[in-house]
Nanobody, 124 residues
Framework: QVQLVESGGGLVQAGGSLRLSCAAS????????MGWFRQAPGKEREFVAA????????WYADSVKGRFTISRDNAKNTVYLQMNSLKPEDTAVYYC?????????????????WGKGTLVTVSS
Protein backbone atom coordinates (compact mmCIF):
# COMPACT_ATOMS: atom_id res chain seq x y z
CA GLN A 1 0.00 0.00 0.00
CA VAL A 2 1.49 3.29 -1.12
CA GLN A 3 1.69 5.96 1.53
CA LEU A 4 2.90 9.53 1.44
CA VAL A 5 2.97 11.12 4.88
CA GLU A 6 3.70 14.82 5.30
CA SER A 7 4.98 16.44 8.46
CA GLY A 8 6.61 19.65 9.61
CA GLY A 9 3.79 22.14 9.21
CA GLY A 10 2.95 24.70 11.86
CA LEU A 11 2.64 28.35 12.74
CA VAL A 12 5.50 30.70 11.89
CA GLN A 13 5.95 34.44 11.67
CA ALA A 14 6.53 36.17 8.38
CA GLY A 15 10.18 35.95 7.43
CA GLY A 16 10.61 32.66 9.24
CA SER A 17 11.39 29.17 7.98
CA LEU A 18 9.90 25.71 8.05
CA ARG A 19 10.97 22.38 6.62
CA LEU A 20 8.31 19.98 5.43
CA SER A 21 8.96 16.27 5.07
CA CYS A 22 7.21 13.65 2.97
CA ALA A 23 7.92 10.04 3.91
CA ALA A 24 7.16 7.68 1.03
CA SER A 25 6.51 3.94 1.36
CA UNK A 26 4.79 1.03 -0.32
CA UNK A 27 6.61 1.01 -3.66
CA UNK A 28 9.79 2.04 -5.41
CA UNK A 29 9.73 5.70 -6.39
CA UNK A 30 13.02 5.78 -8.29
CA UNK A 31 11.20 6.33 -11.60
CA UNK A 32 8.84 8.92 -10.17
CA UNK A 33 8.71 12.67 -9.82
CA MET A 34 7.71 13.95 -6.40
CA GLY A 35 5.75 17.16 -6.15
CA TRP A 36 4.63 19.62 -3.49
CA PHE A 37 1.33 21.39 -3.95
CA ARG A 38 -0.55 23.78 -1.71
CA GLN A 39 -4.13 24.83 -1.28
CA ALA A 40 -5.23 27.96 0.53
CA PRO A 41 -8.81 28.41 1.77
CA GLY A 42 -11.14 29.18 -1.12
CA LYS A 43 -8.43 28.69 -3.73
CA GLU A 44 -7.46 25.95 -6.13
CA ARG A 45 -4.60 23.59 -5.41
CA GLU A 46 -1.41 24.99 -6.93
CA PHE A 47 1.97 23.62 -7.88
CA VAL A 48 4.86 24.57 -5.61
CA ALA A 49 7.86 22.42 -6.54
CA ALA A 50 8.86 19.05 -7.94
CA UNK A 51 11.92 16.84 -8.01
CA UNK A 52 12.92 13.89 -10.14
CA UNK A 53 13.75 11.15 -7.68
CA UNK A 54 16.53 9.60 -9.76
CA UNK A 55 18.44 12.73 -10.77
CA UNK A 56 17.28 15.29 -8.19
CA UNK A 57 16.47 17.73 -10.99
CA UNK A 58 14.03 20.33 -9.68
CA TRP A 59 11.22 22.59 -10.81
CA TYR A 60 9.66 25.54 -8.95
CA ALA A 61 6.68 27.83 -9.18
CA ASP A 62 7.72 31.44 -9.79
CA SER A 63 6.08 32.48 -6.52
CA VAL A 64 8.50 30.39 -4.44
CA LYS A 65 11.66 30.43 -6.57
CA GLY A 66 14.62 31.58 -4.51
CA ARG A 67 12.79 31.01 -1.21
CA PHE A 68 11.88 27.31 -1.26
CA THR A 69 14.13 24.33 -1.91
CA ILE A 70 12.98 20.81 -2.68
CA SER A 71 15.31 17.89 -2.03
CA ARG A 72 15.24 14.16 -1.40
CA ASP A 73 17.04 11.61 0.75
CA ASN A 74 17.20 8.26 -0.99
CA ALA A 75 18.22 6.36 2.12
CA LYS A 76 15.23 7.65 4.05
CA ASN A 77 12.82 7.59 1.09
CA THR A 78 11.88 11.11 2.06
CA VAL A 79 11.33 14.33 0.16
CA TYR A 80 11.78 17.71 1.81
CA LEU A 81 10.58 21.23 1.19
CA GLN A 82 12.71 23.86 2.88
CA MET A 83 10.74 27.08 3.06
CA ASN A 84 12.54 30.32 3.89
CA SER A 85 11.45 33.96 3.96
CA LEU A 86 7.87 32.85 4.46
CA LYS A 87 5.06 35.27 3.67
CA PRO A 88 1.44 35.33 4.86
CA GLU A 89 0.39 34.39 1.32
CA ASP A 90 2.25 31.09 1.76
CA THR A 91 -0.40 30.03 4.26
CA ALA A 92 -2.01 26.83 2.98
CA VAL A 93 -2.28 23.09 3.38
CA TYR A 94 0.79 21.60 1.72
CA TYR A 95 0.50 18.25 -0.02
CA CYS A 96 3.09 15.78 -1.22
CA UNK A 97 2.30 13.83 -4.39
CA UNK A 98 3.90 11.43 -6.86
CA UNK A 99 3.69 11.19 -10.63
CA UNK A 100 5.45 8.86 -13.08
CA UNK A 101 5.70 11.25 -16.03
CA UNK A 102 7.29 14.63 -16.57
CA UNK A 103 4.93 16.23 -19.06
CA UNK A 104 2.27 17.15 -16.52
CA UNK A 105 4.30 18.08 -13.46
CA UNK A 106 2.33 21.27 -12.91
CA UNK A 107 -1.09 19.59 -13.18
CA UNK A 108 -2.37 18.24 -9.86
CA UNK A 109 -4.95 16.08 -11.66
CA UNK A 110 -2.17 14.00 -13.19
CA UNK A 111 -0.62 12.90 -9.91
CA UNK A 112 -1.24 9.32 -8.91
CA UNK A 113 -0.47 9.32 -5.21
CA TRP A 114 -1.21 11.94 -2.56
CA GLY A 115 -0.55 12.54 1.09
CA LYS A 116 -3.15 14.00 3.43
CA GLY A 117 -1.41 17.33 3.80
CA THR A 118 0.14 19.45 6.51
CA LEU A 119 -1.01 22.95 7.46
CA VAL A 120 1.38 25.89 7.23
CA THR A 121 0.24 29.18 8.74
CA VAL A 122 2.33 32.31 8.34
CA SER A 123 1.37 35.23 10.55
CA SER A 124 2.08 38.84 9.65
Amino acid sequence: QVQLVESGGGLVQAGGSLRLSCAASGRTFSNYFMGWFRQAPGKEREFVAAIRWSSAYTWYADSVKGRFTISRDNAKNTVYLQMNSLKPEDTAVYYCAAIDEMTRLYDSRAYRYWGKGTLVTVSS
